[in-house]
Each structure stands twice: as C-alpha cells, then as structure tokens.
C-alpha cells in the first residue's frame, strides 16, 4: 500500500520544465541550419542547438507543477487572444551575448515582427505574474538562440565569422500562434515537445 501511495504522490508532485516560445517553420530552421554548418567548419568550442529545437523563447518558466500547467496554458490562451491575428516574422544577421567581441551566446537577428513580440512577452510577463511567476528584468530582445560557447577556444575566429554574416537575409514567414513547450534533459540533448499551441486572435 505505502509504495502505491508514493507513486501517486511522485506523480501528483512531478515537475516540468517549461517554456512559452513562437515555434518557427521547417524551411526557416533549414536556412538557420546552414548558418550552423558553417559555424561548425570553425575550430571553436560551441554547443550548437540541433536544427528540430530553433525556436523564439518568449518566456521561460522554468519546473512547472502539473497542476499549475493547465492554468499556465489557460493565461497564455488569453494572452494570444488579446493579439491581433498573424503578424510577419523576418530574420537576418547574427549576433552574440554579451557582445560580438566576447560571443557567449550566439543568435540569428530578427529584422522584423520583433515588436509585436516584445509585446506578447510583455502581455504574457504580466498574466504569468498573476500565477506566481517572476516577471522579467531584463528587456525583451526577439532572436533565435543557435549556440552556446563552452569555452573560450576558437573564439576570435568565431568573432569575426559573425561579423561577416551580420547583414544577412534568412527568409520571412508569418506567425500565427504561441505556444507552451515541455523541455526534457537528456543527455543526448534537450527534447522538446508542445503542451498546447494557442492561434493569435483566436476568441
């Protein structure tokens, strides 16, 4: 009986680390990829992020309870609802935190459909405040993160790589939904997968 119980009290108590991204299309991620390929030829130390989890993260969450989920999912359904239906995403150019000459993380630019964005996060910011979440500190900068330096090895060539691609055009497409993603660590990698995608305008 006391092992039954157990079971069911670590499942009532299961956490999931959660997100809230704008997911972007196959033949986006595909051009985002070949930036990547590239990248890859250089004798620098990054961990590159697998062509199937490029994504705009609008706000991370962190362990979410199951319990807490649906009502997460409910407060970004309205969040998406309040935003006026499809807006253009455009993406171009690449950049790195905390800057080109020190690149920690990599990123691909948004050229446009970053303020309608700012603004989702900042609506989502404040419903998700509601439900005990801390709201952010740091201004919203819309970009896809592709890499993460592990060490400082190769970097200088990395620097000047990203500066010859700031400019580039790496296609457009129209975004239409939100959606609230489920992350599991493993160590091949993060797995992503969608708890549930809300269309923008949607009443």
């Known amino acids: 009986m ?15 680390r959660t997100f809230i991204a704008v997911l972007i299309s196959p033949e986006l991620k595909s051009r985002i990829g070949e930036v990547e390929e590239n990248f890859k030829k250089l004798p620098c130390d ?17 362990n979410v309870s199951e319990n807490k989920l649906e009502a997460v999912c409910s407060a970004v359904q309205k969040t998406a609802a309040a935003i006026p239906s499809g807006f253009e995403l455009a993406m171009s150019g690449v950049g790195a935190f905390p800057n080109i000459g020190r690149p920690q993380v990599i990123w691909v630019g948004v050229h446009k459909g970053g303020e309608e964005m ?5 609506l989502l910011d404040d419903a998700l405040s ?5 709201k952010e500190k740091k201004r919203f900068s819309a970009h896809v993160t592709i890499g993460r330096a592990r060490s400082p090895r190769g970097l200088d060539s990395l620097a000047e790589a990203i500066r010859t691609m700031q400019a580039e ?11 609230v993603m489920k992350s ?3 160590p091949s990698g993060p797995v992503y997968s969608v708890v549930g995608e809300f269309k923008l305008g949607a009443s």
Request: hydrophobic letters at 45%.
């Open 46 to 62: 990054v961990k590159w992020v697998a062509e199937e989890n490029l994504h705009i993260t609008l706000k991370f969450l962190g």
């Open 184 to 186: 599991e660590l493993r």
């Open 2 to 16: 006391s092992s039954r119980l157990c079971g069911i009290i670590t499942l009532a108590m299961e956490q999931i």
């Open 118 to 122: 700012a603004k989702l996060a900042e």
């Open 130 to 134: 509601g439900l005990g979440f801390e």
């Open 169 to 179: 055009d790496l296609g457009s497409e129209t975004i239409e939904s939100i959606a």
